[in-house]
């Protein structure tokens, strides 16, 4: 039953079946509700927000987890409250999906308060890739508060990351040159389904 809900909704998206992606958002499969949530960010399609913030709670981690890169892509701002909540979330790419997708969606009324959420868990997330990706949003939000953490975060992340990964070049050069970060060229598909 499932192999079929997947390969329903990946013809759903291939014939930009929008009605059928978001059906396929209630299937019991959670590559059936993965897939098509992210099927729905790489279509854009922005009147999917309201039920892509209901997939932010869903019982599967990796459909939070795309649930919060989506919203991030199509930056729904009305879901702020949903990802400020998902940095407390029990699954660490929940936390990085959230804290990545939360500088997308800033807007001149809220960066205020994204940068609040963010910095805690800048500064002390116990999972290096979410304290990475918590910097990485503050440096676009503007905050140079962080600087001074880029070396650590940096240096706890995984030695391959360090080397191969072009965000983190990126955010050390920032850093070293105190400037902001931009979001173009694309940060991130912070997990290569976007």
């Not at 009305?78 to 990545?100: I, N, T």
């Not at 070396?151 to 030695?159: A, I, K, N, S």
Request: net charge neutral; charged share 30%.
């Amino acid at each position: 039953m499932a192999g079929r809900d997947l390969v329903r909704v990946r013809d759903y998206e291939r014939e930009t079946n929008v009605a059928g992606l978001l059906n396929s958002l209630d299937s019991d499969s959670n590559d059936a509700r993965g897939y098509a949530v992210c099927a729905l960010g790489r279509l854009r399609v922005s009147n999917a927000i309201p039920r892509v913030e209901d997939l932010v709670r869903d019982p599967d981690k990796m459909v939070r987890m795309y649930a919060c890169d989506v919203l991030g892509v199509l930056g729904a701002t009305d879901a702020e409250s949903q990802l400020v909540g998902a940095l407390k979330d029990p699954d660490a790419v929940v936390r990085e999906a959230a804290a990545g997708a939360l500088c997308r969606i800033r807007t001149e009324a809220n960066i205020s308060r994204l940068r609040n959420a963010l910095r805690p868990v800048a500064a002390a997330d116990s999972v290096a890739d979410v304290r990475f990706a918590a910097v990485e949003s503050l440096l676009v939000l503007g905050d140079r508060t962080v600087i001074d953490q880029v070396p650590e975060v940096v240096r706890r992340l995984p030695w391959r990351v360090r080397r191969f990964n072009p965000r983190v070049t990126r955010v050390t050069e920032a850093a070293e040159s105190g400037g902001q970060l931009s979001l173009e060229p694309p940060l991130w598909d912070t997990h290569g389904a976007l």
